[in-house]
C-alpha cells in the first residue's frame, strides 16, 4: 500500500505560479512511475503529467507543455509540480498518482493505469 498526501494547492491570478508536492509512503517510492492528474468540475479527469520511476522520462499534454515542469526526488519520497504562467483553465483539483512499474524509464499516460491516488489539492486561478 502507498500513502499519497498532495500539497502546495491554492488562489493565484492569472500568470502566477504554484508548486505541487505529493509526498509517499508506505513503500519503496523509487519503484513507482508517477502521474499528476486533474479534474475541473462538470469535467472528465485528465492527465497532467507522467514522471518515471528514475526520473529521466517525463511527458506532457500540449495543453501544459512548456509551463508546467514534473519532477520527483526519491531520496525525499517526494514528486513535485511546477505551474507557472498558470490560465484560468487551469482551475482544478490537482491530484497525483503511482503505478507500480518493473520498468525505470516508463511512462504511463492514463489514469486507469494507476495503482494509488492522492486525496487531491485545489488549485484555483482567478482571470
Known amino acids: 500500500q502507498v500513502q499519497l498526501v498532495e500539497s502546495g494547492g491554492g488562489l493565484v491570478q492569472a500568470g502566477g505560479s504554484l508548486r505541487l508536492s505529493c509526498a509517499a509512503s508506505?513503500?519503496?517510492?523509487?519503484?513507482?512511475?508517477m502521474g499528476w492528474f486533474r479534474q475541473a468540475p462538470g469535467k472528465e479527469r485528465e492527465f497532467v503529467s507522467t514522471?518515471?520511476?528514475?526520473?529521466?522520462?517525463?511527458d506532457y499534454p500540449d495543453s501544459v507543455k512548456g509551463r508546467f515542469t514534473i519532477s520527483r526526488d526519491n531520496a525525499k519520497n517526494t514528486m513535485y509540480l511546477q505551474m507557472n504562467s498558470l490560465k484560468f483553465e487551469d482551475t482544478a483539483v490537482y491530484y497525483c498518482?503511482?503505478?507500480?512499474?518493473?520498468?525505470?524509464?516508463?511512462?504511463?499516460?492514463?489514469?486507469?493505469?494507476?495503482?494509488?491516488w492522492g486525496q487531491g489539492t485545489q488549485v484555483t486561478v482567478s482571470s
Open positions: 498518482a503511482a503505478k507500480s512499474s518493473y520498468r525505470p524509464f516508463a511512462l504511463f499516460l492514463g489514469s486507469n493505469e494507476y495503482d494509488y
Open positions: 508506505g513503500r519503496t517510492f523509487s519503484n513507482y512511475a
Open positions: 514522471i518515471s520511476r528514475d526520473g529521466t522520462n517525463t
